[in-house]
């Protein structure tokens, strides 16, 4: 797909805000409102994404976890999976994960396919808790 001169943004045109979440089909609202609360304050999730406030020129991106105390990098690109309804052009797509926030936000779309991958797949995050 030609995007153009279209380039997303990471943290959206009002900088990293903590109303961007809209589930998709993936049970893990338990992620997503731990996430958030990480974006309480920036300068955390800004270590997350190691720094980086643009969004990658090539759509790979390192994110930095901690498991059981210890840093652990993941590495995602910024294809995100769909469910797809129909067959032809008037078919419709519906989001697996969190959604794109209102103002064009993708951190936490990003975030969620990292967390995801750290546990192998979306299965694995789908029901759980923040604890």
């Known amino acids: 797909m030609n995007l153009g001169s279209f380039k997303p943004s990471l943290f959206g045109t009002k900088g990293i805000q903590i109303r961007t979440s809209e589930q998709g089909n993936l049970g893990d609202c338990w992620f997503l409102s731990s996430a958030t609360a990480v974006a309480e304050t920036p300068g955390r999730l800004e270590e997350v994404f190691n720094g980086v406030t643009e969004y990658s020129d090539n759509g790979a991106f390192q994110m930095n976890f901690y498991v059981r105390g210890e840093k652990v990098g993941v590495h995602i690109d910024d294809r995100i999976p769909f469910v ?14 969190n959604r794109v926030s209102q103002d064009g ?3 936490l779309v990003l975030l ?9 797949n979306y299965s694995n995050i789908n029901s759980g808790r923040a604890g």
Do not use: R
């Open 84 to 97: 797809w309804y129909g067959t032809g052009y008037n078919s419709d797509f519906s989001w697996i994960n």
């Open 112 to 120: 969620e396919k990292a967390m995801s991958k750290l546990n192998v």
């Open 105 to 107: 936000a993708w951190w």
